[in-house]
C-alpha cells in the first residue's frame, strides 16, 4: 500500500512539474526531497524523460521532409534577396543624392520659420515695451515742466498699467524701483510750492484785504443795503461756482494728464493793469490758488489728504496769530489800524475763497473756530489801543474803518455783531474824548470872550449872529440900528459848540445799524454828559476863576439866561437831525435848563460874595475913635470909607438893571445886610476893649447914611422900607444907647411889642461892659466926678440887670 501511494505522489509531482511555471517548481521539488523517496522519484523522472524524447523524435521523424523543402526554398530566396539589396541599395544612393537640396532648403526654411517666430516674439515684447517708455518720456517732460498732478497721474498708470505688461526687464525694473522716489519728489516739490504760496499769502494779505474792503466799499456805495445781505460781493457767487466746476472737472480727469486749475507758480498775480480798469479785482484775482488745488490733489492721489489738510490748518493757524498780533504803535495813526484790518480781512478771505472751492480742505467749522479765535483777539486789541487815542477825529475814523472792515466780512458770511457790539463800547469812549476837546473849546470861548453885550451896526450883522444863537426878541428886532445885543460873544459860539457837538455824536452813530431811537437816545445822553459836566464845569471855572469883576458876572447871568431859554431849539435840533419827536414816551430830555440854572444860581451867588468882599475892602478902611468925645451940637459927618462905598454900591447897582429884578435885589439886600453885619462887628470886636459914646455918635450918622441910600432905593422892586430891615438890628441897638433908654428895653424885653426887639441882651452887655472900662479910665471930665461917679453906678446897675436878664430867660 505504501509503494502504491508513493507511486501515486510521484506520478502527482510529476504531473505539476510538467504543468507549472518554471519559477514555482521550487515547493514541489522541496516535497521530493523532504520524503524518503528520493531514488525512487529519480527513476520516476528518467523514465518520464525518456518517453518525452521518444515523442520527440516521433515528431521530428514525421516532419523532416517539410523541413528539408523549407531548406532548400530559403536558399532560392537568398539570391533573390540579394538582387533585391543590391537594388535597394542603389535606389538608397540615388535617394540620398536627390535630398540633399531639398534637405538644405528645408534647414533654409526652419531658420526662417525661427527668424519669424522671434521677430514676432519681439514686436509683441516691443508693443508692451513701447508705451512703458512713451509713457516714462512723456512722465520725465511734466516733471521738467512743473506739472506734477499730470506727472502723478501718468506714473500712477505707468505702474499700474504699463508696466506689469511690459514684463521682466531690467529698465522695468529700474523703473519700479524710481517710481517710490519720484513720488517722494512730486510731494515734496507740491508742499514746497504750497510753502511758498502761504509765504506769499501772508506777505500780500494787506494787498488782498485792501482790494477786498475797496470791493465792498464800491458795492456799498452803490447800494447802501447791501450790507445786510449775505453774499455782497459783486459777481462773486458765479466766479465760485465757476472755480467749483473748474476743481470738479479736474477730479474726474481719470488720470489723463489734466491738472485743476492752473499749474503756474504760486504767489501774488500781477494786477497793475486790472486796477486801472473800472471794477476793482476779487481776492482770486489777486491770488493763483492753483499750488493749494495741486497739493490736495497730489496728496490725495498718493493717499495722505489727512497730512495735508492737518499741515495746512496747522500753519494756516500759525499765520492766524502772527496776523492778529498789532504793532506795538498801531495806535498812533489811522494807517496802523488800517494794515491791521487789511492783513485780517487778507486772511479770511483767503480762507473763503479756499472753502468755496476746495472740497474739505478746510470746513465751516474750521473757518468759524478761526472767526472766533480772531474775533477775540480782533476786539481785545481794538479795546486796547482805542484807549491810548486822545484825538476824536482819529476815533471816529477808526470807527468808520472798523465798520467797513465788519461789512467786508459780513460780506463773506462771518458774524461780526460782537464788532458793533465793541463799537457801541467804543462810543462811551469817543464821548470823553469830546467832553475833553470841547472842555478846551468852551475854556478858550470862555476866556476870549470881553463879557461885554454885543454891539451890531448893520441888518447883516443882526442876521449873521441871530443866525448862530435862535434870539427871539421882537423888540429888540424893532429898535434902530446901531443896537447891542444882550448877550456876549461866548453865548452864539457856546450854542454853535453845542451843536457842532451834537453832529460829532451824530457822525459816530452812522452806520452801527441803530435805529433812529437808539441814536436820538444816544446823542441826548452824550449832549446831556456835554451840558452837566463840562460846560458846567467850564461856567464854574469862569464864575470862580480870580479877577472876575461884577460886571462880568453880571454878563455870565445874562448869559446863561438867554442859553437857558435856547434849550428847546436844541431839543428841536435833535429831533430834526434824528427824525425822532421831542414827544416820544422815554425819550430823554435834555437838562441844559437845569444846568444854565446851576450856573446862573453860582455867578449870583459869587455875585454876593465879590459884593460883600468888595464891601470887606472899603471895611478894612474904617478907621473909628473909639474913646471919641462927644460933640455939644451939630450933626456929625458920615465916615469918608462909608461915602465911598455907597458911591461904589450905586454905581455897581447900575449895572444890575439888566439882571432878573429877584437878583439884583438880592444882592442889594445882601450888601446892605453884610454892612450892618460888618458895622456890629467892629462894634463887638474882641480887640476893641473901649468904646465910647462919641465913637457910639458916629457909628449912628454912618448908619443914618447907609439907611438913607437904602431909602433911596438903589434897585427897583423893594416895597416899602423893606431893605432898611437889613439895618434894623444895628439901628436899635444904636438907639438903645444914644437915647439911654434902658428902662423901656428891661421893662419890655421878650414882648412881641418892644421897642428894641432885636437888641440881643448879650450884645447890649457886651457894649456896655466896654463903655464901662471907657468910663473907669476916662479922666477928661474929671472935675465932674460926681457925674461921672453916676453915671458909673448907672452902668453897673444896667449891667448887673442884664446879667440879671439874660440869667432869667437862660435858666
Not at 486822545?390 to 462771518?414: C, E, R, S
Not at 452902668?795 to 435858666?811: E, F, G, P, S, Y
Amino acid at each position: 500500500m505504501a509503494s502504491v501511494e508513493t507511486a501515486a505522489e510521484h506520478e502527482r509531482i510529476l504531473r505539476e512539474i510538467e504543468s507549472t511555471d518554471t519559477n514555482c517548481i521550487g515547493p514541489t521539488l522541496r516535497s521530493v526531497y523532504d520524503g524518503q523517496e528520493h531514488g525512487l522519484f529519480m527513476e520516476k523522472l528518467d523514465a518520464r524523460i525518456r518517453n518525452h524524447d521518444r515523442e520527440i523524435e516521433k515528431m521530428c521523424n514525421h516532419h523532416f521532409q517539410g523541413f528539408v523543402d523549407s531548406i532548400t526554398e530559403l536558399l532560392k530566396v537568398r539570391g533573390e534577396a540579394q538582387k533585391l539589396k543590391s537594388q535597394v541599395i542603389d535606389t538608397n544612393r540615388r535617394l540620398q543624392d536627390d535630398g540633399k537640396d531639398l534637405t538644405c532648403s528645408m534647414e533654409e526654411l526652419q531658420q526662417c520659420r525661427v527668424q519669424q517666430r522671434n521677430i514676432a516674439t519681439t514686436i509683441d515684447k516691443l508693443s508692451h515695451c513701447l508705451p512703458v517708455l512713451e509713457m516714462y518720456s512723456r512722465l520725465q517732460e511734466q516733471m521738467r515742466a512743473k506739472r506734477y498732478y499730470p506727472a502723478l497721474r501718468t506714473l500712477e498708470q505707468l505702474e499700474q498699467t504699463c508696466l506689469p505688461r511690459a514684463g521682466q526687464y531690467r529698465f522695468c525694473s529700474i523703473m519700479a524701483e524710481n517710481i517710490p522716489k519720484l513720488r517722494i519728489q512730486i510731494r515734496d516739490t507740491a508742499m514746497t510750492q504750497l510753502r511758498d504760496f502761504l509765504e506769499s499769502i501772508r506777505k500780500h494779505s494787506d494787498k488782498i484785504g485792501e482790494t477786498a474792503i475797496k470791493q465792498a466799499q464800491l458795492q456799498r456805495s452803490l447800494d447802501s443795503s447791501v450790507s445786510t445781505q449775505p453774499r455782497a460781493l459783486i459777481g462773486r457767487r458765479g466766479r465760485k461756482e465757476a472755480a467749483a466746476a473748474a476743481l470738479g472737472a479736474g477730479t474726474d480727469s481719470g488720470g489723463q494728464g489734466g491738472s485743476p486749475l492752473s499749474e503756474q507758480d504760486s504767489g501774488i498775480l500781477d494786477v497793475e493793469d486790472e486796477e486801472e480798469d473800472d471794477e476793482v479785482p476779487g481776492a482770486h484775482d489777486l491770488v493763483d490758488f492753483s499750488p493749494v488745488y495741486r497739493c490736495l490733489h497730489i496728496y490725495t492721489v498718493l493717499g495722505l489728504r489727512d497730512v495735508f489738510e492737518n499741515y495746512y490748518r496747522k500753519q494756516r493757524r500759525k499765520q492766524a496769530r502772527l496776523v492778529l498780533q498789532p504793532h506795538s504803535n498801531m495806535h498812533e495813526t489811522l494807517e496802523g489800524y488800517r494794515r491791521y484790518f487789511n492783513q485780517i480781512v487778507g486772511f479770511f478771505v483767503v480762507e473763503d475763497h479756499v472753502l468755496h472751492t476746495t472740497q474739505g480742505l478746510v470746513n465751516r467749522a474750521y473757518v468759524e473756530e478761526l472767526w472766533e479765535l480772531a474775533l477775540s483777539k480782533i476786539i481785545a486789541a481794538l479795546r486796547t489801543h482805542s484807549s491810548y487815542c486822545d484825538n476824536p477825529d482819529l476815533v471816529l475814523d477808526l470807527k468808520n474803518l472798523i465798520v467797513l472792515f465788519a461789512d467786508t466780512l459780513q460780506g463773506y458770511g462771518f458774524p461780526v455783531s460782537q464788532l458793533f457790539d465793541m463799537l457801541l463800547e467804543m462810543r462811551e469812549q469817543y464821548g470823553e474824548i469830546l467832553l475833553k476837546r470841547w472842555n478846551i473849546t468852551f475854556r478858550q470861548v470862555l476866556d476870549q470872550d470881553n463879557y461885554s453885550p454885543i454891539p451890531v451896526s448893520t441888518e447883516q450883522e443882526f442876521r449873521h449872529y441871530t443866525s448862530q444863537f435862535p434870539l427871539q426878541d421882537p423888540e429888540l428886532e424893532k429898535l434902530p440900528f446901531p443896537k447891542k445885543l444882550p448877550f456876549s460873544e461866548f453865548v452864539p459860539k457856546v450854542y454853535c459848540q453845542l451843536k457842532e457837538f451834537i453832529y460829532a455824536c451824530l457822525k459816530y452813530s452812522e452806520d452801527l445799524h441803530l435805529s433812529s431811537t437808539e441814536v436820538d437816545d444816544m446823542i441826548r445822553k452824550s449832549t446831556n454828559l456835554l451840558l452837566t459836566r463840562t460846560l458846567s464845569h467850564c461856567l464854574q471855572y469862569a464864575i470862580k476863576k480870580k479877577n472876575v469883576g461884577l460886571a462880568e458876572l453880571v454878563q455870565v447871568i445874562i448869559n446863561t439866561t438867554h442859553l437857558e431859554q435856547s434849550c428847546h431849539f436844541l431839543e428841536e435840533f435833535i429831533s430834526n437831525i434824528t427824525n425822532v419827536p421831542p414827544d416820544t414816551v422815554n425819550a430823554t430830555k435834555l437838562y441844559g435848563t437845569s444846568t444854565f440854572k446851576d450856573a446862573r444860581h453860582a455867578a449870583e451867588a459869587e455875585i454876593y460874595t465879590s459884593l460883600n468882599a468888595k464891601i470887606d475892602q472899603f471895611l478894612q478902611l474904617a478907621d473909628y475913635d473909639w474913646m471919641a468925645a462927644v460933640q455939644g451940637g451939630g450933626t456929625l459927618d458920615t465916615s469918608d470909607y462909608l461915602i465911598d462905598l455907597i458911591a461904589f454900591l450905586k454905581s455897581t447897582f447900575s449895572v444890575f438893571t439888566n439882571l432878573p429884578g429877584k437878583v439884583a435885589q438880592t444882592a442889594c439886600m445882601s450888601a446892605c445886610k453884610h454892612i450892618s453885619t460888618s458895622l456890629m462887628q467892629l462894634l463887638l470886636d474882641p480887640e476893641v476893649r473901649q468904646i465910647s459914646m462919641g465913637a457910639l455918635h458916629q457909628i449912628h450918622a454912618d448908619v443914618k447914611e447907609c439907611e438913607s441910600f437904602a431909602r433911596a432905593g438903589p434897585v427897583a422892586g423893594f416895597q416899602g422900607d423893606t431893605l432898611l430891615l437889613a439895618f434894623s438890628d444895628l439901628r436899635q441897638l444904636l438907639d438903645l444907647f444914644t437915647q439911654w433908654d434902658w428902662s423901656t428895653y428891661l421893662a419890655d424885653y421878650g414882648k412881641p411889642t418892644c421897642k428894641y426887639l432885636r437888641v440881643n441882651p448879650h450884645t447890649a452887655l457886651a457894649l456896655l461892659e466896654k463903655m464901662r472900662e471907657t468910663s473907669r479910665k476916662n479922666n477928661v471930665f474929671a472935675q465932674f466926678r460926681k457925674t461921672d461917679r453916676d453915671r458909673q453906678k448907672l452902668i453897673d446897675t444896667v449891667i448887673k440887670q442884664l446879667r440879671n436878664l439874660i440869667a432869667q430867660h437862660h435858666t
